[in-house]
Structure formats: structure tokens, C-alpha cells
């Protein structure tokens, strides 16, 4: 992993959330997959509770609701499916922007079933977590530049999927830890 990536993942890790770090070392994807299922599994049931009325509203205009942060979750997955796959068949991946703002409000989470989207989210975590353990170790060093960034390697974009989607977990649970 290049010196860049490495500071990328450092800051973003020691930024997003006070859960204790499971990247001290670099990690194997099927680690990491254990981690994604676990969380899937701890989270499920615990979104699945909440009612609409939790789950719509909305702490600004500025800022989404807790529905459109698991949507928002949810094409994260959709994004990093692609990039996992064609890392694997490409010598190196370059790959658009993921546009967020404009996938939430495309995709219009605020006015879904709430149950459809939680289903959508670990449905397709789980099947995030059976494809990183079938990347093949020496597909991991591949070169992934995602427009405008500098590039990484495979093990970055696996080992941030999971930060990622810990940290907005991390700030659900606030979210609703500051409601009561």
C-alpha cells in the first residue's frame, strides 16, 4: 500500500469513530469479511426495531435521516461491488466518483419501506462479505485510482468498505443515544 493510502487510511480511521481499531495490521479479506458479518449480524435487528418516525427524521435539511444513511450504505455496497470485481480482471482499476449527495436523493431512501431498505442493507452486506473472501491474495496489490484521488491498492478500498460502514453505524448509534 503506497505511503498516501496508508496516511488516507490512518486519518480516516483516527476521524470516523472511536471503535476500537480492527486495522492495526493489514488484514486478509476474509478477516475483514468475518468483521462485515458480524456487524451485519449485530445491526440487523437492532435497525429493524426502529420505528418510521426514528428512522425519517431528518436533524437538518442538510443532513440525512437515519434512512438515507443505511441507503446511502446501501450504494456504497453497489459502488464497491464493482470495484471489488473489476480490480480482480484489470491490471490496474480506475474507476468515477461516487457521487453521494446525488445517489441519496436519486434513490429517494427517505420515502421507502423502511424494512425493504434494512433487508437491502444486510442482504447485500453479506453478499459483500462472501465476495471478499474469494479475492485471490495476489489480486489485493492491484492499483485502484477512483476519480479525482490519488490511487491505492485493492486491500485499501476492502479494508475502507468496512470503516466506512462503521463509522456511519457509530453515528446512527449517537443519533439515537442523543434522541432519548
Known amino acids: 500500500m503506497g505511503v498516501f493510502c496508508e496516511q488516507i487510511l490512518l486519518v480516516a480511521c483516527l476521524q470516523r469513530h472511536p471503535l476500537p481499531l480492527?486495522?492495526?495490521?493489514?488484514?486478509?479479506p476474509q478477516q475483514i469479511a468475518d468483521h462485515l458479518t458480524q456487524t451485519v449480524t449485530e445491526w440487523r435487528l437492532r435497525l429493524q426495531?426502529?420505528?418510521?418516525?426514528?428512522?425519517r427524521?431528518?436533524?437538518?435539511?442538510a443532513r440525512?435521516?437515519?434512512s438515507e444513511v443505511v441507503g446511502h450504505l446501501v450504494d456504497s455496497?453497489?459502488?464497491?461491488?464493482?470495484?471489488f470485481i473489476r480490480a480482480q480482471f484489470l491490471p490496474a482499476l480506475t474507476f468515477p466518483r461516487y457521487e453521494q449527495n446525488e445517489w441519496v436523493a436519486a434513490a429517494a431512501w427517505q420515502t421507502m419501506d423502511w424494512q425493504t431498505i434494512v433487508n437491502l442493507w444486510a442482504s447485500y452486506n453479506l453478499m459483500?462479505?462472501?465476495l471478499m473472501r474469494q479475492i485471490p491474495d495476489e489480486q489485493l496489490s492491484t492499483p485502484c485510482t477512483i476519480t479525482p484521488y490519488e490511487a491505492c491498492d485493492l486491500r485499501f478500498l476492502v479494508t475502507d468498505y468496512l470503516d466506512h460502514l462503521r463509522h456511519h453505524l457509530q453515528k446512527i448509534d449517537e443519533r439515537l443515544a442523543n434522541a432519548r
Open 128 to 130: 459483500m462479505a462472501h
Open 64 to 66: 440525512w435521516s437515519i
Open 49 to 55: 426495531e426502529l420505528s418510521q418516525d426514528q428512522v
Open 77 to 83: 455496497a453497489c459502488n464497491n461491488h464493482q470495484r
Open 22 to 28: 480492527i486495522f492495526e495490521s493489514p488484514q486478509m
Open 57 to 61: 427524521d431528518k436533524p437538518s435539511a
